[in-house]
């Protein structure tokens, strides 16, 4: 029965380690995704692709500000990040991904949407409480209660013995001093 446990323990640490490379193998067919799926103008995106085996690839487009480096574990999946153009036309602008050495590797679109012709006003910030920078932490002393933060009575009275214990031990200890001095 042992030996029955252990094997199945023995199985069960292996399908675990090997079910992120098998579930990234099938994750699919080659593609390009884009969240959000429909950006606007100025709008940061995030880039997943499937189909590179390697570690890093990169992404190319008109639509993009700047080409989006992609990274991943391997086994086909790869991420990464950029901002469309402010000044795209709304549309479908092609994506082209580099990786595992060759180019074109992956082909996709973003397309982009009109920008909001109602723009949304949203409140200034304001923060609510100090903010916990600078001063070496005492933000949270100044809003605090003293009171209500400092020691409490049983922290007092500990305090109180514990010094009178020192104050005891440094006077035997002066008082032994003294009476082996005289010997």
Known sequence: MRSMRLTLCAGAVVAAA?????????AGPAGISVTPASPGPGSDIQLRVMGCAGRTGTAVSDAFVSDARLTGGGGGGLTG??????SLNPGSYGIEVDCD????RVRGTVTVTAPDSTPSVSPPASPIAP??????????FASVDARAAGPGTKQAVVGLVLAGVAAAAVA???ARRGHDSRD
């Open 18 to 26: 090997f079910t992120p490379a098998a579930y990234a193998a099938d």
């Open 81 to 86: 990040e950029t901002r469309v153009r402010t």
């Open 101 to 104: 050495g060759h180019s074109g």
């Open 131 to 140: 903010v916990h920078a600078g001063g070496g932490g005492t933000a949270h």
């Open 172 to 174: 035997v200890r002066g």
